[in-house]
């Protein structure tokens, strides 16, 4: 069975930070790329980051520039979002995503149909 499991949220002060991992089962990330994306209650889901499968290039939505860094360890098959210096309007279920395709820009996050989807992890960010 093909899965995509996060995990790592959790509730952290402001200025605190958090690891997320998306741990791929049922499948090589080997052949794909990789994004987070975020859903804040009563917004839009929002592309936050993303790693390509060929040669890690790496996007960033820029609320999220220089605090959040996306890494990949394909023998591990999991991908992670490090979260540093996190604020309140990070609270969010954040998602990852996986697909073939690298997309070029953030933007272009909204407009794949990713393969495969998580269920989701909490983060909750207090002031």
């Known amino acids: 069975e093909v899965q995509l499991v996060e995990s790592g949220g959790g509730l952290v002060q402001a200025g605190g930070s958090l690891r997320l991992s998306c741990a791929a089962s049922?499948?090589?990330?080997?052949?794909?790329?990789i994004g987070w994306f975020r859903q804040a209650p009563g917004k839009g889901r929002e592309g936050v980051s993303s790693?390509?499968?060929?040669?890690?290039?790496?996007h960033y939505a820029d609320s999220v520039k220089g605090r959040f860094t996306i890494s990949r360890d394909n023998a591990k098959n999991t991908v992670y979002l490090q979260m540093n210096s996190l604020k309140p309007e990070d609270t969010a279920v954040y998602f990852c995503?996986?697909?073939?395709?690298?997309?070029?820009?953030?933007?272009?996050?909204?407009?794949?149909?990713?393969?495969?989807w998580g269920q989701g992890t909490q983060v909750t960010v207090s002031t």
């Open positions: 995503a996986a697909d073939p395709w690298a997309p070029p820009n953030i933007e272009a996050m909204g407009r794949i149909v990713w393969d495969y």
């Open positions: 049922g499948f090589s990330i080997d052949g794909y790329s």
């Open positions: 790693i390509s499968e060929r040669d890690g290039n790496t």
